[in-house]
């Protein structure tokens, strides 16, 4: 995955955030006692009263003491609010509701194998799914640990759709990544590296986790780009045809779907 240089959802950032806002406060209280040196000093006129004058200095020292607090209580208060982080992607947990006959209660932990059919789609082999890898992948070799498939929708045995996945069942290293980013970063660096715009997110259905799609050009127009992550898998799909990104969410939700065991 690309490592961006901020990212604004992080804990480190949120840290910063509060960081930030508790200088400016610390800023101004200094600037406030040195300001009001003086005026909280006054001294005795000539025949004037000691006592009344101690009285002036602790009523204006109290004063400078009401304010103070008012500043850090109103920094404080702001900086609990801006400290926003969103969770670690590893902090997700890749869950389905029980399903009656499966005895698998709601936060068992799923893996993904990459169904044969989906929502129309069929999963390419043999010879169709040799061609289309040598012409999609163009003998570029893929990263360690991460699993393709190459789905056609009406039989005629050209790419309709593609998705590559990594899931830390079998790349231990998407665990160390995923304890570092949350969702949304993974998904900004995804759909940057694609090029892609109008990203949107969807209701990434019962597995929880995130699911986005987005434009990206393509040889004859616009294609559809869609990522699900969750905390053990992240998976990447192209729409080869142009459709709405509706559609698209809708056949990467249901070939997620389908891919988790």
């Known amino acids: 995955m690309i490592v961006a240089s901020v990212d604004p959802t992080s804990q480190s950032y949120a840290a910063g955030q509060v960081v930030g806002v508790l200088s400016v406060a610390v800023v101004a209280i200094v600037l406030l006692w040195r300001l009001t040196r003086s005026w909280r000093a ?39 609010a801006s400290y926003n982080p969103e969770p670690r992607a590893s902090e997700t947990v890749a869950t389905a509701p029980v399903q009656q006959g499966t005895g698998a209660p709601a936060g068992t932990r799923r893996s993904v194998v990459l169904p044969p059919g989906f929502a129309g789609y069929q999963l390419m082999t043999g010879e169709a799914a040799e061609r289309t890898e040598a012409a999609v992948l163009a003998a570029r070799k893929m990263p360690e ?40 970063q993974e998904f900004r660096n995804f759909f940057a590296g694609s090029k892609a ?23 004859d ?41």
């Open 42 to 80: 006054p001294s005795t006129a000539v025949g004037g009263d000691p006592a009344s004058t101690l009285r002036e200095e602790r009523k204006r020292r109290l004063l400078i003491i009401g304010v103070t607090v008012l500043i850090a209580v109103g920094a404080g208060l702001k900086a609990a």
């Open 145 to 184: 640990g991460l699993k393709t498939g190459f789905y056609d929708k009406d039989g005629d045995e050209n790419l309709d759709l593609f998705v590559f996945v990594r899931s830390a069942e079998w790349d231990p290293k998407i665990l160390q990544e995923k304890a570092n980013e949350s969702i949304a």
């Open 197 to 219: 715009r109008n990203v949107t997110r969807f209701d990434p259905g019962p597995y929880g986790g995130g699911l986005s799609c987005g434009l990206a050009q393509g040889p």
């Open 221 to 261: 127009g616009d294609q559809a780009v869609c990522a699900w992550s969750d905390a053990t898998t992240f998976a990447g799909v192209r729409m080869v045809h142009q459709t709405t990104l509706n559609e698209a969410a809708q056949a990467t939700l249901a070939l997620r779907n389908a891919a988790m065991k």
